[in-house]
């Protein structure tokens, strides 16, 4: 069975760090892609990156405009993870963070509904 589960969230002041890790099972994180959604209270699950896989160590990353240059999303193959690096965070970046794995690839990759599997979140708050 395909699981995924997160970690690395905590309470943080604007201007801070904190690195999201997925760890998966089940399956090899360089063979789907990989995307981080987050949903902050009375809002929509929305996208925040992507990882597609390159063939070998190779990946490709894409960003939503509101993170772009300030998130950067990575594989570690040895471990079979999926991490987030968030940098510069800001109040508006409050949110419970999920992981989710798209075993096709599909091209939309910023919609929920084409991903197959998803971790249970973890909160992040920047105050």
């Known amino acids: 069975d395909v699981q995924l589960v997160e970690s690395g969230g905590g309470s943080v002041q604007a201007g801070g760090s904190l690195r999201l890790s997925c760890a998966a099972s089940g399956y090899t994180v360089s063979r789907y892609c990989m995307g981080w959604f987050r949903q902050a209270p009375g809002k929509e699950r929305e996208w925040v990156a992507n990882?597609?896989?390159?063939?070998?160590?190779?990946?490709?990353?894409y960003y939503a405009d509101s993170v772009q240059g300030r998130f950067t999303v990575s594989l570690d193959h040895a471990e079979n993870t999926v991490n987030l690096q968030m940098n510069s965070l800001k109040p508006e970046d409050t949110a419970m963070y999920y992981c989710a794995a798209d075993p096709e690839c599909r091209p939309r990759y910023w919609s929920l509904s084409q991903y197959s599997y998803w971790g249970q979140g973890t909160q992040v708050t920047v105050s």
């Open positions: 990882v597609y896989p390159g063939g070998g160590v190779r990946y490709f990353t």
